[in-house]
């Protein structure tokens, strides 16, 4: 089965430091998405991706944060200045064309953020 | 934000039916029920989902009730492999997926 990839899968960083968490979302889809979880708490939404715009963001979503589709296949979320409570886990996901029966999203593995 | 309900935690025997259930009153007719899944700190695994109609696929069961204010996911046979968080979400086709605390499944030897 298609899957998401996401790299690397763990990244230690220096508080204030910028780091670039990569995603290959699965080839045929178009619309991309990061997530992230906080140790012990819900999966939450950070902003969605389509067209080669942000289609939607959360609050969380702030000017720290950016993403980018560079290529055809890769998907970034870049954070300019992490923080010590930018640490978590960070999904990406993506889904195909859409369609009220299509909605599934698929999941990567998620990469593990730590910030000192 | 999460429009549902679900137990906090749960126990299954393996071999079992798990029946995890989902109460989601305040859901609006255009808006569907989505079970997924996350297996330790693993991304989310998609299970099942559906509008008004019981659907079922090769990994599990969805039975929503006739006002659609509660729903159930089975598992038909769990294996300890199913040990997960379940997370029911209500939404709209379109719109963004939003996680709530889901039932921790233990499933038992």
């Known amino acids: 089965e298609p899957e998401v990839t996401q790299t690397p899968s763990h990244q230690v960083t220096q508080m204030g430091q910028e780091v670039i968490l990569r995603c290959v979302p699965i080839?045929?889809?178009?619309?991309f998405y990061w997530y992230r979880q906080i140790l012990g708490q819900k999966v939450e939404f950070l902003v969605s991706?389509?067209?080669?715009?942000?289609?939607?963001k959360s609050e969380i979503f702030d000017d720290q944060f950016s993403v980018e589709r560079p290529d055809g296949s890769n998907f970034t979320l870049k954070i300019r200045s992490t923080k010590l409570e930018d640490s978590a886990m960070y999904f990406c996901?993506?889904?195909?064309?859409?369609?009220?029966?299509?909605?599934?999203?698929?999941f990567g593995s998620g990469t593990q953020l730590s910030v000192l | 934000d999460a429009k549902t309900t679900q137990p906090p935690s749960m126990d299954c025997a393996e071999g079992r039916a798990a029946n995890l259930p989902c109460n989601h009153s305040?859901?609006?007719?255009?808006?569907?029920v989505y079970w997924y899944r996350q297996i330790h700190s693993q991304g989310p695994q998609y299970i099942i989902h559906?509008?008004?109609n019981n659907e079922t696929n090769e990994m599990a069961s969805l039975i929503i009730t006739e006002d659609r204010k509660s729903s159930t996911l089975i598992l038909p046979h769990a294996t300890l492999r199913d040990t997960a968080v379940y997370y029911c979400?209500?939404?709209?086709?379109?719109?963004?997926?939003?996680f709530g605390t889901g039932t921790s499944l233990t499933v038992i030897p």
């Open positions: 305040t859901i609006s007719g255009n808006e569907y």
């Open positions: 979400i209500v939404r709209v086709a379109g719109n963004q997926f939003y």
């Open positions: 559906g509008l008004k």
């Open positions: 080839s045929n889809h178009l619309y």
């Open positions: 996901a993506s889904k195909s064309s859409g369609g009220v029966t299509n909605e599934k999203l698929f």
């Open positions: 991706f389509y067209n080669n715009e942000i289609s939607e």
